[in-house]
C-alpha cells in the first residue's frame, strides 16, 4: 500500500484488508458481501464504493497490496548482484506469506473465484519475476533459455513448490523447502 496516501485512506484500506482476510477464514470469497466487509471494518458502504468497484476489484487491491509489502521486504533483505541468493530469499517469502495467510488460502476450493485469486497473485508474482530475471539476464548471468521462456519455468515451479508445501507442512520444514528451492536454483542459474 503506497505510503503517499492520505492517512485516512490508508487507514480505511487497513481496515478493509484486516477485516477482509479475518471474514476469509470464516466463509470464501463468493459468499462474502459489500456489506459484511464494511460493517467488519467500521466503514460506510458509500465509502467502499468510492474506492472500489465490487469486492473482487477490491480482493485484486488487498492481494497487490500484501505482495508488495512482501515484495519490498525481499528488497530489504537481499541484493541484486546474485540471482540465486534473490530468488532464494523470494521463495522463502513466499513461503512465509503462506504460512501467516494460510488459514485463507486452505479453505479456498477450486472453482471460479479460485482461479480469479491465483491469476491475480501470478500476475504480480510474474512482473517481479521477470523483471529480476531480465536484470540478471544484462547482468551477464546466463540462463538455460530465453527469458520468456526462463520465466515461465520459474513462475511454475515457484508456484507449485509453494501449494507442495502448503499440503505438506506437517512433514516438510519451511528450511528444507527453501534449501531444496535453492538447490533448484543453482542448477538453473548454472552454479552448482
Given at each position: 500500500?503506497?505510503?503517499?496516501l492520505d492517512l485516512r485512506i490508508q487507514k480505511t484500506y487497513e481496515a478493509l484488508?484486516?477485516?477482509?482476510?479475518?471474514?476469509?477464514?470464516?466463509?470464501?470469497?463468493?459468499?462474502?458481501?459489500?456489506?459484511?466487509?464494511?460493517?467488519?471494518?467500521?466503514?460506510?458502504?458509500?465509502?467502499?464504493?468510492?474506492?472500489?468497484?465490487?469486492?473482487?476489484?477490491?480482493?485484486?487491491?488487498?492481494?497487490?497490496?500484501?505482495?508488495?509489502?512482501?515484495?519490498?521486504?525481499?528488497?530489504?533483505?537481499?541484493?541484486?548482484?546474485?540471482?540465486?541468493?534473490?530468488?532464494?530469499?523470494?521463495?522463502?517469502?513466499?513461503?512465509?506469506?503462506?504460512?501467516?495467510?494460510?488459514?485463507?488460502?486452505?479453505?479456498?476450493?477450486?472453482?471460479?473465484?479460485?482461479?480469479?485469486?491465483?491469476?491475480?497473485?501470478?500476475?504480480?508474482?510474474?512482473?517481479?519475476?521477470?523483471?529480476?530475471?531480465?536484470?540478471?539476464?544484462?547482468?551477464?548471468?546466463?540462463?538455460?533459455?530465453?527469458?520468456?521462456?526462463?520465466?515461465?519455468?520459474?513462475?511454475?515451479?515457484?508456484?507449485?513448490?509453494?501449494?507442495?508445501?502448503?499440503?505438506?507442512?506437517?512433514?516438510?520444514?519451511?528450511?528444507?523447502?527453501?534449501?531444496?528451492?535453492?538447490?533448484?536454483?543453482?542448477?538453473?542459474?548454472?552454479?552448482?
Amino acid at each position: 500500500m503506497e505510503n503517499s496516501l492520505d492517512l485516512r485512506i490508508q487507514k480505511t484500506y487497513e481496515a478493509l484488508i484486516n477485516a477482509l482476510l479475518e471474514l476469509l477464514t470464516e466463509k470464501t470469497l463468493d459468499k462474502l458481501t459489500v456489506n459484511e466487509l464494511c460493517e467488519k471494518a467500521r466503514i460506510r458502504r458509500p465509502t467502499f464504493y468510492k474506492h472500489f468497484n465490487d469486492k473482487y476489484d477490491f480482493f485484486n487491491f488487498t492481494v497487490k497490496s500484501l505482495q508488495e509489502h512482501y515484495i519490498a521486504k525481499v528488497e530489504e533483505e537481499t541484493d541484486d548482484k546474485h540471482p540465486v541468493r534473490y530468488f532464494t530469499t523470494l521463495f522463502q517469502t513466499m513461503l512465509d506469506a503462506i504460512d501467516e495467510y494460510q488459514k485463507v488460502l486452505l479453505p479456498l476450493q477450486i472453482d471460479n473465484t479460485s482461479f480469479f485469486i491465483f491469476e491475480t497473485a501470478d500476475e504480480q508474482l510474474n512482473q517481479q519475476l521477470e523483471k529480476q530475471l531480465r536484470h540478471f539476464y544484462d547482468m551477464g548471468y546466463q540462463l538455460p533459455t530465453n527469458v520468456d521462456f526462463s520465466l515461465q519455468v520459474l513462475l511454475g515451479a515457484f508456484r507449485q513448490a509453494n501449494f507442495w508445501w502448503l499440503k505438506n507442512q506437517k512433514t516438510v520444514s519451511k528450511k528444507n523447502a527453501t534449501d531444496e528451492m535453492k538447490k533448484i536454483l543453482q542448477w538453473f542459474f548454472g552454479m552448482e
